[in-house]
């Protein structure tokens, strides 16, 4: 991979890691800003249900944010783009789609042929 490419896709994923670390201290301000009261059990528990539903949405993304944050450390250490498997080159298009990815195509396709034939 070459130093443009290193260049872009470290600058792609700082954008998102920058993104998904505002979004985690948006919603801490928003839960614990919130003191409201609601008197009927209905909207009480609509309420508690959207805010376990954004909480595990938030736990994702703390989950993609250490892959991130892996992927910048690869970056720095020559590793980026090179699968951790076979050795060789992740190609461009699944970086791409994926920048955390630690797999070519063929290797991530066997781990889930793998993994289904196990019955994960």
């Known amino acids: 991979m070459n130093e443009k490419q290193l260049k872009y ?31 009927d059990p209905t909207d009480r528990a609509s309420m508690e249900s959207d ?22 450390e690869r970056i720095e250490d020559g590793t980026f783009g090179l699968c951790e498997s076979c050795g060789e080159e992740i190609g461009a298009k699944r970086l791409e789609a994926r920048p955390v990815t630690t797999l070519c195509i ?4 066997k781990q889930e042929a793998s993994e ?5």
């Open 106 to 109: 063929d290797c991530k396709t």
């Open 9 to 39: 896709f470290e600058k792609l994923l700082n954008q998102r890691l920058e993104e998904l670390l505002g979004q985690a201290d948006a919603t801490v301000n928003d839960m614990t800003d919130q003191k409201e009261s609601f008197p």
């Open 116 to 120: 289904r034939a196990r019955g994960e």
């Open 51 to 72: 805010r376990n539903f954004t909480l595990r949405i938030r736990d994702r993304e703390r989950k993609l944010i250490a892959k991130i944050k892996e992927a910048l």
